[in-house]
């Protein structure tokens, strides 16, 4: 728990700072402002969860566009992946510091015959038919994974969404009636065959997942043949999870087995609406259960769930994001990651799944999605769902022309939005306290501390007016050494710092992130 005390005899360090932008005034100039300052206190000794990582995944499009020509694939690599920054300061692109990587069930191989309409969202198996290996599979996503190490990451999660075809109930990589589509003798030869896919690829490119997470959203019926996907009981994942623990053991690898990828975050404290599906944290992490794994040796402490369909209206997220945590604390040790997400349905009116968008709406929505799920769910890491993607909806960070050879690349401002998070509050940091004085309509403010010392905060202006505050530290010595926004005219661009002593102003429709250091 955090010190009241620490937090009540620390002596701030008060100082006043301007937000312009280094590329044009005019981006501040005729915007009205709101007439109350506020002040905004950070409290660094005062701490929350520690920070894993921010990540996305190489679902579907990985498969083609890791074939695409050079520049172009290395363009959307350095947009993900990337840490550098240009001579003029503007990063090259949003330090992803985890890359999900999908193993795919074997439809590609399987066409038309394969009941999936979309070819986009069939995937090649490793696994050939008479039980061999052919490691030269999924090179398009293999391309990907050593793309993303070639930038520094150096965090790696494998994922299925179906078993492979060939050990599934009906030969197919999707379900049918609803049903789960693997028959109970075959758990053990799943996990086998999970544990092969790990050490096949770190043979073939040293990499070697450090996360395997075996079954996704078990709560859905995946019975349509829009995708790969099969629904589980959470007796049956207990069993696969335990199968899996002995696969990784006897290869000797050290990945780490996560669950359980909830569809939606109640199923993972509460009894919601899918019977034996749901109050996952009771089930798989408490010892009175029947489905108890928290005691093998290769299991994560950490739960996963997905933030689909309760963003919106924002209280009431955040209320149930807030029982979330709650459940949470009932485990010691127990992290949460929201481990999937991307905008879905018409989330309360606020805004529509359907269509396109490369615009600051949607990257809004997204920062506010990120800032719920970090503050009041204690979330530990963030994951978008399709890093990529062909269609017209709001899934993919870079949209893509539905192209299996070359096309053309649209970054998002989604994809700027997470980056606001994922390129400055890096793997260790931890989040600290931070308090709002005065008129916060509009506001949200996150704060974090990275293990080298540097002091990130993000602040949230999806209002219609520019909004004044002051900035308070109890770093002795604090600096404000660079400062980067995201609006309707900006990408992740850097602020001049230069007139920082008159005050901040933050852009309305707008994501500001502010670094700062104590100076020794």
């Not at 020509?69 to 240009?86: T, V, W």
């Not at 909004?467 to 995201?486: H, M, P, W």
């Amino acid at each position: 728990m955090p010190s009241d005390s620490i937090y009540r005899n620390l002596t701030f360090l008060c100082f006043f700072l301007t937000v312009v932008s280094c590329k044009s005034a005019e981006k501040t100039a005729g915007i009205p402002k709101t007439d109350q300052a506020l002040t905004i206190t950070i409290n660094p000794a005062r701490t929350y969860q520690s920070i894993d990582h921010f990540g996305a995944s190489d679902a579907w499009a990985c498969q083609f566009v890791g074939n695409w020509p050079d520049a172009k694939r290395n363009a959307i690599a350095d947009l993900l992946f990337s840490q550098e920054s240009g001579a003029d300061g503007q990063p090259k692109g949003i330090g992803l510091s985890i890359w999900r990587f999908n193993i795919g069930a074997g439809t590609a191989e399987q066409g038309e015959q394969s009941g999936i309409r979309d070819e986009w969202r069939r995937a090649e198996s490793f696994l050939n038919n008479d039980g061999t290996y052919n490691w030269d599979k999924q090179a398009g996503q293999i391309w990907f994974l050593n793309a993303a190490k070639a930038r520094g990451v150096n965090e790696f999660l494998a994922f299925p969404n179906s078993p492979p075809v060939q050990l599934t109930v009906n030969k197919k990589g999707y379900a049918h009636n609803g049903k789960p589509n693997l028959a109970a003798s075959n758990f053990p030869q799943f996990a086998t065959y999970l544990a092969d896919v790990i050490t096949g690829v770190s043979k073939k490119t040293g990499i070697t997942f450090n996360h395997i997470s075996p079954v996704n959203e078990p709560q859905w019926d995946w019975s349509d043949g829009g995708q790969e996907g099969t629904p589980f009981y959470n007796n049956e994942i207990a069993q696969i999870t335990r199968s899996l623990s002995s696969a990784l053991s006897g290869q000797k690898l050290s990945t780490k087995i996560d669950i359980a990828e909830a569809g939606q975050i109640e199923y993972l404290y509460s009894e919601h609406n899918k019977q034996d599906r749901q109050n996952q944290i009771y089930a798989f992490f408490d010892k009175a259960s029947a489905n108890y794994v928290g005691d093998l040796p290769n299991l994560s402490r950490s739960i996963s769930g997905h933030s689909y369909f309760t963003t919106s209206p924002y209280k009431a997220a955040a209320d149930k994001r807030t029982k979330l945590a709650e459940s949470l604390r009932n485990v010691d040790g127990l992290k949460y990651w929201m481990s999937e997400y991307c905008i879905l349905g018409d989330n309360e009116g606020e805004i529509k799944g359907e269509g396109k968008d490369l615009g600051i709406d949607a990257g809004l929505y997204i920062a506010k999605v990120i800032h719920n799920d970090l503050v009041n769910a204690n979330a530990s890491a963030w994951h978008w769902w399709l890093a990529i993607s062909p269609y017209d909806y709001k899934d993919g960070l870079i949209s893509i022309d539905r192209n299996k050879t070359d096309g053309n690349l649209q970054p998002t401002k989604m994809l700027w939005a997470l980056g606001q998070y994922s390129r400055f509050v890096r793997p260790g940091a931890v989040r600290t306290a931070v308090t709002v004085a005065g008129d916060e309509k509009d506001l949200l403010v996150s704060s974090f501390l990275n293990t080298n010392g540097e002091l990130v905060s993000v602040i949230i202006n999806s209002g219609t007016q520019a909004r004044e505050f002051t900035l308070k530290s109890g770093q002795e010595n604090f600096q404000v050494k660079s400062a980067y926004q995201t609006s309707g005219n900006a990408s992740l661009e850097p602020v001049n710092t230069t007139g920082f002593s008159k005050g901040i102003s933050v852009n309305p429709k707008s994501i500001l992130t502010i670094i700062g250091k104590a100076d020794k």
